[in-house]
């Protein structure tokens, strides 16, 4: 049990289509992440939020957006759903430190159940 | 998508049979985790190493830092049928701009009672 939740759990749109995914953050946690995760693969970062804006972002398209909200919570949003953007999404929250000396446990990420999408 | 290499690709053991599966990368990294996940949920932490040559333990696994930090070993001693799972290694430069995560190709791991 990681104090991440996300939703929903499943869901089914077709192509062209747009999808919102929800994920609450750990408790005390300030950071989250998102990863696509294809079947039979690893999870592949799509981006991160810190203070309400994107801080990094891997190979993925502008359809692909996100927010996070004052409380850390976040949404993914992603637009035109093709085909193969059919995968679990995976919210990770983890903390990031201001203060100088960060300490080890900021490395840390800890992940959600995911929201499995399906895209026909 | 980059993602690190992971051998072997599947395990088929034996209950108390001992386990060893590694990750390697062509970039060094100064943090390695390696995760756990089961079907249909999302990835779980097991170990984080952050120091080259580091060894660390989790009961019954053990984990170490590659000296070359482009390398990570995970052993599972004892194994027991709820070990079953998919094991994911990941690589991180903790500090930088994000704490974003490598991922390995993934080790299946299926131990026969």
């Known amino acids: 049990e990681t104090g991440v939740t996300q939703s929903p759990t499943h869901l089914i749109k077709t192509r062209g289509q747009q999808v919102t995914l929800r994920c609450s953050s750990q408790?005390?946690?300030?950071?989250v992440s998102w990863y696509q995760q294809a079947l039979g693969q690893g999870p592949q970062f799509i981006f991160q939020y810190y203070r309400e804006e994107e801080n990094g972002r891997g190979n993925f398209p502008p359809r692909f957006s996100g927010l996070q909200f004052p409380n850390y919570s976040s949404e993914l949003n992603v637009n035109a759903l093709e085909l193969d953007d059919s995968a679990l999404y995976l919210c990770?929250?983890?903390?990031?430190?201001?203060?100088?000396?960060?300490?080890?446990?900021?490395?840390?990420?800890?992940f959600g159940e995911g929201s499995r999408l399906t895209v026909l | 998508g980059q993602q690190l290499n992971q051998s072997p690709q599947s395990m088929f053991i034996q209950e108390g049979e001992d386990v060893s599966m590694n990750c390697t990368s062509s970039?060094?990294?100064?943090?390695w985790l390696w995760y756990k996940q089961d079907p249909g949920e999302g990835p779980v932490l097991l170990i984080a190493?952050?120091?080259?040559?580091e060894l660390t333990s989790n009961g019954r696994l053990t984990a170490q830092f590659g000296i070359t930090r482009k390398d990570s070993f995970l052993n599972i001693s004892a194994s027991i049928p709820s070990d079953v799972g998919i094991y994911f290694c990941a690589g991180q430069n903790y500090g930088g701009a994000t704490n974003k995560l490598i991922f390995g190709t993934g080790t299946l791991l299926a131990v026969q009672p």
């Open positions: 190493l952050y120091k080259a040559g």
């Open positions: 990770a929250s983890s903390l990031k430190s201001t203060a100088r000396g960060q300490g080890r446990g900021t490395g840390e990420l800890f």
């Open positions: 408790s005390g946690h300030n950071t």
């Open positions: 970039s060094i990294f100064n943090t």
